[in-house]
């Protein structure tokens, strides 16, 4: 079973930044196989996709964090880290690590317990 435990949140003021991490563990030495993502849910909104990285290396954003998050990927550690900058009080969520396997007819995905991004003065 697959496991992802996420890291990084906190407080911030605008403009700030902060760093989230993802550490996925019970892959098999499979986790360069999977598409990583970072999804956030702010309260009273559907959770939604804001950065994503597949195995080839290509990469999502959201239009509404283009310009100031980084998504990156380290396949010898089994982590996905999500580098946000300029952040806007809009950004409030809890963050989500995302883990996706798709083959011909199965599909495995995975997510972590959360982690909360706060952008207040």
């Known amino acids: 079973q697959v496991q992802l435990v996420e890291s990084g949140g906190g407080l911030v003021q605008p403009g700030g930044s902060l760093r989230l991490s993802c550490a996925a563990s019970?892959?098999?030495?499979?986790?360069?196989?999977?598409?990583m993502g970072w999804y956030r849910q702010a309260p009273g909104k559907q959770r939604e996709l804001v950065a994503s990285?597949?195995?080839?290396?290509?990469?999502n954003y959201a239009n509404s964090v283009k310009g100031r998050f980084t998504i990156s990927r380290d396949n010898a550690k089994d982590t996905v880290n999500l580098q946000m900058n300029s952040l806007k009080p809009e950004d409030t969520a809890v963050y989500y690590c995302?883990?996706?396997?798709?083959?011909?007819?199965?599909?495995?995905?995975?997510w972590g317990q959360g982690t909360q991004v706060t952008v207040s003065s």
């Open positions: 995302n883990a996706l396997l798709e083959g011909f007819i199965t599909r495995d995905e995975y």
């Open positions: 019970g892959t098999a030495d499979t986790f360069y196989a999977y598409t």
């Open positions: 990285i597949t195995s080839s290396g290509r990469l």
